[in-house]
């Protein structure tokens, strides 16, 4: 069965700094792997997605993704956070391999960018 | 071009009562996925639907959750005598197609219908 964590639930930045905010996944076959963004009342925004290819994918709104596959990562990150940047922000994957369609979540976290 | 669309955005029922969700995906888009998100989670898949299809079902936490897309546009979700315990905001997504490679598998979602059982 495909699984996602998030391990933090909140991640604190000072705005101009780097962020990351971290996913690990789990899935018998080869990983899809997406980010979205989530703002107050509002439904999820796709930021970022992985299929093959280059390890860094970049994505919208600045923020860029590196998969690693020895450690079952897909850590997000920018290089310089914005207030603006404050959002619930989930990862998700798909088993290429099963044929599975769906997206697994994993619970979000929430990214506050401080002034 | 417009996104996906969900009706209403916000909907209260007494507890018992039958609700409907509406869902209007991205023009052309071939599947259809519904998604429940609790308070503080993640959303979990319910169902979903390639064309007028529902290929799979197997999230649908009980025999009160019915989903439909006849005519494999617009799908409605369908919640027979509500429980408190199905208070949750429920989201569609559609993308070009089932298959997982490439852009044609990426999913968009809707705002989402934020459903209060009292």
């Known amino acids: 069965a495909q699984s996602v964590a998030q391990p933090e639930d909140q991640v604190n930045v000072a705005e101009g700094n780097p962020l990351t905010v971290k996913c690990t996944y789990s899935?018998?076959?080869?990983?899809?792997l997406f980010w979205y963004v989530q703002y107050p009342n509002r439904g999820l925004q796709f930021l970022l997605k992985?299929?093959?290819?280059?390890?860094l994918v970049k994505g919208s709104y600045g923020f860029e993704a590196e998969f690693n596959k020895s450690q079952t990562s897909f850590h997000l990150k920018k290089p310089s956070a914005l207030v603006s940047d404050s959002a619930l922000y989930f990862c998700?994957?798909?088993?290429?391999?099963?044929?599975?369609?769906?997206?697994?979540f994993g619970k979000g976290t929430r990214l506050s960018v401080i002034a | 071009g417009a996104g996906v669309s969900q009706s209403p955005r916000y909907k209260v029922a007494k507890r018992g009562q039958d609700v409907a969700l509406r869902c209007d995906p991205i023009?052309?888009?071939?599947?259809l996925f519904w998604y429940q998100q609790a308070l503080g989670q993640g959303p979990e898949f319910l169902t979903y639907?390639?064309?007028?299809?529902?290929?799979?079902k197997s999230g649908l936490p009980s025999d009160r959750f019915f989903a439909e897309r006849p005519e494999g546009s617009v799908s409605t979700l369908k919640i027979q005598r509500t429980q408190q315990e199905d208070s949750a905001v429920y989201l569609c997504?559609?993308?070009?197609?089932?298959?997982?490679?490439?852009?044609?598998?990426?999913?968009?979602f809707g705002p989402g219908t934020r459903l209060t059982v009292l």
């Open positions: 997504a559609s993308s070009l197609s089932h298959r997982g490679g490439g852009a044609l598998g990426t999913q968009y």
């Open positions: 899935v018998s076959g080869n990983p899809y």
């Open positions: 992985y299929i093959t290819g280059d390890n």
């Open positions: 998700a994957v798909r088993d290429l391999i099963s044929g599975n369609t769906p997206l697994v």
């Open positions: 023009s052309g888009h071939v599947s």
């Open positions: 639907f390639q064309n007028e299809a529902q290929l799979d």
